[in-house]
């Protein structure tokens, strides 16, 4: 067990617990507020994040910033993290292998963090947090309980740049328009 994320971190840089480590340039931790009442949770890092050592600063990145401004919330107030901490090879989603060596980083990030809501950002945090069989279009925005946390799961930014319409149908469905 670690005493601080800074710690955490440390150790985390030169990590070597599965085959992600040989492609990467840098390891993405995470970023944010150390004591943040809500992280989010992505899937793993992609290009640009490989490049910078942060999650979430491409496109899909402003869109999230973007977000979380209409909720007055910055990166500043949150904590943002993935599932590996490791781009994989063109983007793919994570090995369930990769998932595995990696969950004891952000285990530990989330011990130490102790936030009370955990966002998930996409299918693959989702089906790891919530349940296996976790469908996103279906079950995105419902909210669930488990040890002491709300968490619940939002559409990947990266896909909501990909089809805009996800974003719309959400919007029709809090209008109450039956969508």
């Not at 102790?114 to 995105?140: Q, S, Y």
């Not at 619940?152 to 996800?166: S, T």
């Amino acid at each position: 067990m670690y005493t601080n994320l800074d710690e955490l971190k440390a150790e985390c840089l030169s990590c070597r617990r599965c085959q992600l480590c040989e492609t990467r340039t840098n390891v993405v931790f995470g970023v944010g507020s150390k004591s943040a009442e809500v992280m989010f949770i992505g899937e793993g890092p992609g290009e640009n994040e490989d490049l910078q050592g942060e999650p979430f600063v491409g496109r899909a990145g402003k869109l999230l910033d973007d977000m979380l401004e209409m909720i007055d919330l910055d990166r500043s107030k949150i904590y943002i993290a993935n599932m590996v901490k490791c781009r994989p090879p063109q983007n793919r989603d994570p090995l369930g292998t990769e998932q595995d060596a990696c969950a004891p980083w952000l285990t530990e990030q989330i011990r130490l963090i102790n936030p009370r809501i955990i966002v998930c950002l996409g299918r693959i945090a989702a089906m790891r947090f919530i349940k296996p069989d976790f469908k996103i279009t279906r079950e995105h925005g419902q909210w669930t309980q488990r040890d002491g946390r709300m968490i619940m799961a939002l559409y990947h930014p990266a896909a909501l740049l990909r089809d805009p319409r996800r974003s719309n149908d959400k919007l029709r469905l809090r209008a109450g328009d039956g969508a």
